[in-house]
């Protein structure tokens, strides 16, 4: 439920999703820069990938969450 009756914008899926993108990102520029960074780069690809799913994830429940009661389809 969102506060205020207002749509909801941003969740908890989203937020880590930005955050392990970010994290994935700094991996990899220290990988550029470090030969021992660098020899973890698919463990940073493996970071950004799932960061990119937790996002994907967030912006459906969001659109979930947000779609009016009687547009729902139930299967009843």
Known sequence: MTEGGGKQRIN????TGIALV?????FLW?????PVWARIM????LILAI???????????IRRTNQPPSERKSHY
């Open 42 to 45: 698919l463990a940073d690809y």
């Open 51 to 61: 960061g990119v799913g937790f996002i994907i994830v967030g912006g459906m429940a």
């Open 22 to 26: 970010l994290m994935a990102l700094l």
């Open 30 to 34: 220290a990988g550029t820069q470090n």
């Open 12 to 15: 908890g899926e989203t937020i």
